[in-house]
């Protein structure tokens, strides 16, 4: 199974930055994809930006051009650099990770969530 960690979320005022982190950790048979996701109460969990193991990335039209994920060689760090951060961006953030387990089950991963607030 694999473990994953965020951090990094905080209050910002508008226009402002901030960079989220995701540690992964534990075993998989293949990697299929990592991203990051949020939700606010009342709505669903919304994909934010992916990742693929082939390298390909996708965003939600409400990030393009402001949020960059990113991750490292090992897959075992994935970042999410948010720029130019608007109120209506405040959201719970998660890290997900696809994967194909040991056992070759398909499976998600989530994090604990990390809160991100855009409020001057």
């Known amino acids: 199974q694999v473990r994953l960690v965020e951090s990094g979320g905080g209050l910002v005022q508008p226009g402002g930055s901030l960079r989220l982190s995701c540690a992964a950790s534990?075993?998989?048979?293949?990697?299929?994809?990592m991203g990051w996701y949020r939700q606010v109460p009342g709505k669903e969990r919304e994909l934010v930006a992916q990742?693929?193991?082939?390298?390909?990335?996708n965003y939600a039209d409400s990030v393009t051009g402001r949020f960059t994920i990113s991750r490292d060689n090992a897959w075992k760090m994935v970042y999410l650099q948010m720029n130019d951060l608007k109120p209506e961006d405040t959201a719970v953030y998660y890290c997900?990770?696809?994967?194909?387990?040991?056992?070759?089950?398909?499976?998600?991963?989530w994090g604990q969530g990390t809160q991100v607030t855009v409020s001057s």
């Open positions: 534990g075993r998989y048979f293949r990697l299929i994809a």
């Open positions: 997900n990770a696809r994967y194909y387990s040991d056992e070759r089950t398909w499976l998600d991963s």
């Open positions: 990742i693929t193991a082939g390298h390909s990335t």
